[in-house]
Antibody
Framework: QVQLVESGGGVVQPGKSLRLSCAVA????????MHWVRQAPGKGLEWLAV????????YYVDSVKGRFTISRDNSKNTLYLQMNSLRPEDTAVYYC???????????????WGQGTLVTVSS | EIVLTQSPATLSLSPGERATLSCTASQSVASYLAWYQQKPGQAPRLLIFDASNRATGIPARFSGSGSGTDFTLTISSLEPEDFALYYC???????????FGQGTRVEIK
């Protein structure tokens, strides 16, 4: 079945960098757009970034534009999120999610990984 | 920027009762709306997409309706496993972006 497994979270100091990974299985990764979404403790969901199935285009929410970079390696069935200049307000559980259907990214998120916790604190 | 407002914040109901959750957009979003369920400690799960289509494996007691600015998620008869958080979500075509409502908690009365 479809599986998405995030890794790379942890405690990091403000201003530092972290790279998250999302390893996938159970579907043809290279046919689907992929997303990152985060959820601060006790808060709601915030979409962060999307990458097209072939990696040719990426789009970001304004709050992370210029600091975060989404990328993918279709040969490794892995999605990434490079996070630079981290701030305490970036503390959250970070989820990767698959586009519901293949081709265009203009659809919905299904399924999601279990998430990885990033804590930004000195 | 389109804002999604969900109401009520909390819905207190008993198993077997009908749940009606609302999501209002600050401007028309056509039918570009989805609903997700999130249980404690779990990732969200897609329930409804394009306002009224059930996702794969979602029970028929879940239904979505609406278009434009006003949307509703209805759970016809609450099962114990339905007590959870529910989020609506909107997407824009260009540039591609997605926003979520603040959520409605369905709790056991």
């Amino acid at each position: 079945q479809v599986q998405l497994v995030e890794s790379g979270g942890g405690v990091v100091q403000p201003g530092k960098s972290l790279r998250l990974s999302c390893a996938v299985a159970g579907f043809t990764f290279s046919r689907y757009g992929m997303h990152w979404v985060r959820q601060a403790p006790g808060k709601g969901l915030e979409w962060l970034a999307v990458i097209t199935y072939d990696g040719s285009s990426q789009y970001y929410v304004d709050s992370v534009k210029g600091r975060f970079t989404i990328s993918r390696d279709n040969s490794k069935n892995t999605l990434y999120l490079q996070m630079n200049s981290l701030r305490p307000e970036d503390t959250a559980v970070y989820y990767c999610a698959k586009s519901f259907y293949s081709g265009s990214v203009l659809n919905w998120f299904d399924p999601w990984g279990q998430g990885t916790l990033v804590t930004v604190s000195s | 920027e389109i804002v999604l407002t969900q109401s009520p914040a909390t819905l207190s109901l008993s198993p077997g009762e009908r749940a009606t959750l609302s999501c209002t957009a600050s401007q028309s979003v056509a039918s570009y709306l989805a609903w997700y369920q999130q249980k404690p400690g779990q990732a969200p799960r897609l329930l409804i997409f394009d306002a009224s289509n059930r996702a794969t494996g979602i029970p028929a007691r879940f239904s979505g309706s609406g278009s434009g600015t006003d949307f509703t998620l209805t759970i016809s008869s609450l099962e114990p496993e339905d007590f959870a958080l529910y989020y609506c979500q909107h997407r824009t075509n260009w540039p591609p972006s997605w926003t979520f409502g603040q959520g409605t908690r369905v709790e056991i009365k």
